[in-house]
């Protein structure tokens, strides 16, 4: 005859105990690791403790193991940190997690979190959070940008109305920089007469597949395409460089060189040497001709 030691009870057939079992307030049971548990709250317990169990003890949700749905379903309807596997009651629970214990990753006024220090740092430097007060100073154009490394950008994709584009302010750089604090003496000479030479591919560049680059045999649909690449600063010299002694990384563009002192990688920015010759250098962009 079966028996219930802890309800102290007998039964006349195991069917009888079997839903003894399932009717009784002393009987919980996890079906799948076949326990049985003295209150509900033993057995909830069991369930978040368990890796056996994916649950939300917050929905009274199970899911199953062998994919990510519990992550998914925290991530769509709760209040989830992802780098600490921390539900929070709220979002301003989340949010004050976040400004404790992510500040180099997360921004607080937009309430976003960031993969890296780096990318938060570009985020902040971005038109988001800075003003578009750098005006470009050729008339009938009248663009603003958040920095100087936009506006030369501008001006070097050869879309301001003054006609000014990459090649003009290498030619402009290379004119004024004269004790060459960002350009490299040694490869000007070699860049010098092939940065002012024009590369144009014709219909011989089609390989029977596509337009190929002899130059680098990266091959596009369209020859306007290879004339948009030849056009870019990939095949050209770098010329560039960054001013301080402990880093003096190259680059292609002026405008790349401006992203790299305002991301203030190397610290070549807390240089006032640095920081009068870039002064200099961008209060007489106004000067460039044609």
């Known amino acids: 005859m079966p028996d219930c030691d802890r309800c102290d009870r007998y039964f006349n057939s195991w069917s009888a105990f079997d839903q003894h079992i399932r009717d009784s307030n002393n009987h919980w049971v996890c079906e799948d690791c076949h326990i049985d548990f003295g209150s ?61 214990k992510h500040a180099g990753v997360y921004c607080v006024s937009c309430r976003r979190s960031f993969q890296s220090p780096s990318s938060l740092h570009s985020h902040l430097n971005s038109s988001v ?71 144009l591919a014709t219909e011989q560049t089609w390989n029977g597949r596509a337009f190929e680059c002899v130059l680098c045999h990266t091959q596009f649909r369209a020859l306007i395409d290879l004339n948009r690449h030849l056009a870019s600063p990939r095949h ?4 560039y460089r960054c001013p301080l002694n402990t880093c003096q990384t190259h680059f292609v563009s002026l405008s790349g060189l401006c992203q790299h002192i305002e991301s203030e990688r190397c610290g070549v920015t807390k240089f006032r040497v640095v920081q009068d010759a870039m002064n200099n250098l961008f209060s007489g962009v106004a000067r460039i001709t044609m």
């Not at 950008?153 to 960002?182: A, F, K």
């Not at 050209?236 to 010329?239: F, L, N, P, R, S």
Request: proline share 3%.
């Open 236 to 239: 050209q010299e770098k010329v």
């Open 129 to 199: 959070h800075r003003p578009k007060d750098t005006i470009c100073p050729f008339s009938g154009c009248g663009m603003a940008f958040i920095n100087n490394s936009a506006l030369i950008l501008h001006l070097e994709s050869g879309s301001c109305q003054s006609g000014v584009n990459r090649r003009t302010v290498d030619n402009w750089v290379r004119t004024n920089d004269h004790s060459h604090m960002i350009t490299n003496p040694a490869r000007l000479i070699t860049a010098g007469e092939r940065g002012n030479v024009q590369l």
């Open 40 to 100: 509900w709250l033993g057995r909830k317990e069991h369930y978040v403790q368990s890796p056996d169990h994916d649950y939300c003890q917050y929905c009274d949700l199970h899911f199953d193991t062998s994919s990510d749905g519990l992550q998914s379903h925290y991530e769509d309807e709760h209040a989830y940190c992802r780098s600490c596997h921390r539900v929070f009651k709220n979002d301003v629970g989340l949010h004050e997690h976040n400004r404790q």
